[in-house]
């Protein structure tokens, strides 16, 4: 067989271990020099392809590479650019088809969340639509774990441990504090309609009393009333309280709590502050000194904390895509099967892309408690194994050493497209 070009592209927020795929992906290849040719990567995702904007990742040497398992962000860039319907994007469809003809790509990889793995299938039905041969093959991604089929979405065992270590931390210094000074704290974490980084921060819950004394879901409805009962309680009780809430907190009929009237490129509401807007809440009705803090950002790139597992599966699903698509399967996507709690096992298998794209996952019933304000023994039974070991990156300087490539262009051989 002829040895064909790759093209990888990253999509969405980006992870700590989002590289460690791309890693996985293209050491993978590099041992496959009769079947894959040069390994392409899209500059800052979808547009690199759409603009022919390409990165030559064979220009990187071998260490490098290497190196990109320890380091956070997107290596080669990323976007929130949402290609619609065929109908609608059939001129970028048709244009991505193009460069993978101009550049003799073979073999379309995209890592992302449910948005990106729906292009993805979209891109195969109409490569076989206009007879181009093309393995499309969809990589899972996601901090906010609500992918389809998948056990758990690589990007979140490590958010997890974060905004869990980050909640014990700060339950410390409260609890220091608290009979002179602040009572209350509140972390608000990512998760637009799931609520799965929000029930994280309840595995820094260990025993009765122990931070977080409340879990915000996006799931369970907001009831000022209620909340505010409990936690006066918890003041009552332990003396102070800390609250973990997700960004996509709603009230009882839907409204977003932090909406702020702006969409997103993926026409998703703008979502920020529902931390500042309960913890002030509190202060209006029950008179305490707050303080409140936004993981953000900082709660997806933190490499230096990164799951030890969650590092493990994002380089595994990385080599599973390149196997997948040297063995012709396409429109698919490498998932994470759990074959066991105690002891913790799991392995890569295949999903359908039809059956991923455009389907969020959300937190079941039954991993949160009754009453809407923590989590079960069963969703712990779940979170756990998730956040299990570590993987320091190598530190210089006393901070951590990660690598920036070179990101040299392939040069282009198409007109010019704007997008």
Not at 120 to 133: I, T
Not at 297 to 309: D, G, K, M, N, P
Request: aromatic share 8%; with cysteine; charged share 25%.
């Amino acid at each position: 067989m002829i040895a064909r070009n790759a093209c990888y592209a990253q999509s969405g927020g980006v992870t700590a271990v989002i590289n460690a795929t791309a890693c996985g992906l293209i050491e993978t290849a590099r041992q496959h020099p009769d079947r894959i040719g040069k390994v392409f990567a899209g500059r800052d995702g979808i547009l690199g392809v759409l603009t022919e904007d390409l990165i030559d990742t064979t220009l990187e040497s071998d260490a490098d590479i290497a190196r990109l398992k320890h380091t956070p962000g997107g290596a080669f860039g990323s976007c929130r650019y949402k290609l619609k319907s065929l109908e609608e994007h059939k001129a970028q469809y048709e244009r991505l088809i193009e460069v993978c003809r101009a550049h003799d790509i073979g073999y379309f990889f995209y890592n992302g969340g449910n948005d990106s793995m729906d292009t993805a299938w979209k891109v195969s039905q109409l490569a076989e639509k206009m007879d181009f041969p093309l393995v499309c093959v969809g990589i899972p991604k996601t901090v906010d774990n609500d992918l389809a089929v998948t056990d758990n979405c690589p990007g979140f065992g490590s958010v997890a441990k974060y905004v869990a270590t980050s909640m014990r931390e700060a339950g410390y210094d409260v609890a220091s504090m608290a009979r002179t000074s602040t009572r209350i704290f509140v972390l608000e974490v990512m998760g637009r309609h799931a609520g799965w980084i929000t029930a994280a921060c309840g595995l820094a819950s260990e025993a009765g009393g122990e931070p977080p004394h409340i879990l915000l879901f996006p799931e369970i409805p907001f009831v000022a009333e209620a909340f505010l009962a409990r936690v006066q309680d918890c003041v009552d009780r332990f003396g102070y309280c800390t609250v973990a809430v997700s960004e996509g907190l709603r009230e009882a009929g839907g409204q977003l709590i932090a909406d702020m009237g702006s969409r997103d490129a993926f026409g998703h509401a703008q979502l920020g502050g529902v931390g500042q807007i309960v913890a002030q809440l509190i202060k209006d009705r029950l008179g305490y000194k707050y303080h409140w803090a936004l993981a953000d950002y900082l709660q997806r790139s933190a490499r230096h904390i990164a799951s030890r597992t969650d590092l493990e599966q994002a380089y595994a699903v990385g080599v599973k895509a390149v196997e997948l698509a040297l063995a012709g399967r396409n429109a698919v996507m490498p998932a994470i099967r759990r074959l066991s709690d105690a002891p913790y096992a799991w392995e890569i298998a295949v999903a359908e892309l039809r059956d991923v794209a455009n389907v969020e996952k959300k937190m079941p019933r039954d991993f949160i408690s009754p009453d809407g304000f923590h989590i079960t023994p069963a969703c712990r039974l779940y979170l756990q194994p998730l956040i299990q070991g570590e993987d320091f990156p190598p530190f210089k300087n006393g901070l951590p050493d990660y690598v920036r490539l070179k990101n040299q262009a392939v040069k282009k051989q198409l007109k010019a497209f704007s997008v």
